[in-house]
């Protein structure tokens, strides 16, 4: 087994990564190298959205001096510099902070890279800068905060250009995943569910979030590519202007419904659209209170994003383009990309080792399984959310006749389970289906017979998001010193005014 390596130190020295290299003092700049995946990706997507712009320059006038760029946070400037110096057919960057230390250490780069015709730096609040740029709009804007991006998508659904692509990452996945609903809910507007499931539902409440702030402006979105990663997940979406489209939201857009014994999932949107035209409302009760499956309670969650998660075109031209660039994450680039090329367009997904313990009975290989809703007439592909998914078109009730199948072949011993137990409510269920596990030729799909590196390895021992900034601003009353630094030595300062009790000396108080 391969050791994770080691976190970089970067006291007082540079960082080279892609064509940037960066000026490092730890005191005041916030660097993760974890996230060269998030960067490496970003810039790909980026060139072959220019790409794409250039495509279609005969048909549709462009902008022949290039595009515009915003990174609304940029800390060091990396991902500015970067974009600046890897990418051909750019006007202008502007790499804003609010924290005055950021803002000199992007001048120093800047000025490091060479790149001062093409990256401005500027030192505003972020939102207050977009809200500013709603008439000279920016082509792509890029939004990369440290948890929550929510207080950032009102501006930037409005200052970004029409047909312009918004990159925006979320890391607050333990809000996201159902840790804290109520949290969920104030930040995104929907309430997520505890399902094995739950970084594509994060990728979707994210997606609606956004859709509903761009939807306030007559504006939509269409999803080119949505990433879960690491710790945190990374959408880009390109953001149009049409009253009419807008209004479509609502068939994108639904609730989610899921069984709290055998966890089967169900999802409903919150409009259908009429053949005639218009729209209608949907009819309830979508489920039963109780699951047709195994009995038990359902939870209702959302509402989430139904629709497409990827672009498949601009999937397809994002691999191509991958060959003339030059990326050090482009080995894994290349695998989760090849893994959502495959992705069905289905919500959500199902853990197969998770049905099979469900029910307490031995995990068939995922070939197996595979093969089993292939030979029932059904699609299935991996999420590259998760490396044991099963993302499927088949209804629930085909799923569990698959997992009732081998049980037969690999009985459980029941007399352990109870009677008021989803899994005996499932397997005492007649079957319905035909169920084969003759393995299926398609059973083993293109990326793993390449051997891609296809989902996440840990990329150094300790990894994860990083520490917040220290040093916070208030605009109204400049720094503002963190609460962790006026929390030191809290406890030594209160015991100074009390009894010391080996010297039993008692500090007088007022009221003596």
Known sequence: MEHCAKKPKLDNASIKEGEAEILVDNTNVFYNPVQ???????????????????????????????????????????????YAKEIPGIKHIIANDISAKAVESIKNNIQHNGVENLVKPSHEDATLLMYQSRKNKFDAIDLDPYGCPTTFLDGAVQCVSDGGLLMITATDMAVLVGNSPETCYLKYGAIPLRSKACHELALRILLQTIASHAGRYGRYIIPMLSISADFYIRVFVKVFSSQTKCKENATKIGMLYQCTGCESINTQPLCYKKP???????????????????HHKQHEG???????????????????????MKLGTLKRIEGVLNVIHEELDVPLYYAFDRLMSIVRCVTP?????????????????????????????????????????????NPVKREKLSNDSAAIKILDTPMA????????????????????????????????????SKTRVDLENGVEISKK????????????????????????????
């Open 36 to 82: 060269e995946f998030n960067r490496d990706l970003s810039a790909a997507v980026l060139s072959t959205y220019i790409a794409n712009i250039n495509k279609q320059a005969a048909k549709i006038p462009q902008k022949e001096d290039g595009i515009t760029i915003l990174e609304a946070l940029s800390a060091t400037g990396l991902r500015s510099i970067r």
């Open 276 to 294: 005639t035209g218009g729209y209608k409302l949907t009819s309830l009760p979508y489920v039963d209170q109780l699951c047709k499956i195994c």
């Open 302 to 324: 959302g509402p989430i994003w139904l629709s497409r998660l990827h672009d498949q075109h601009f999937v397809s031209d994002l691999l191509c383009n991958l060959d003339n």
């Open 365 to 409: 290989s995922m070939l197996t399984f595979r093969s089993a809703l292939l030979n029932a007439g059904y699609h299935v592909s991996y999420s590259h959310a998760c490396k044991t998914s099963i993302k499927t078109d088949a209804p629930n009730e085909v799923i569990w006749d698959i997992v009732r199948a081998w049980e037969k072949n």
């Open 433 to 468: 289906t035909n169920v084969s596990f003759d393995i299926h030729p398609l059973a083993n799909p293109v990326s793993r017979q390449n051997k891609l590196m296809r989902f996440q390895q840990n990329p150094t021992i300790n990894w994860g998001p990083g520490t917040r």
């Open 485 to 512: 630094i006026k929390n030191q030595n809290k406890n030594s300062k209160r015991n100074k005014s009390h009894i010391t009790k080996d010297t039993n000396e008692i500090k007088p108080s007022e009221n003596n």
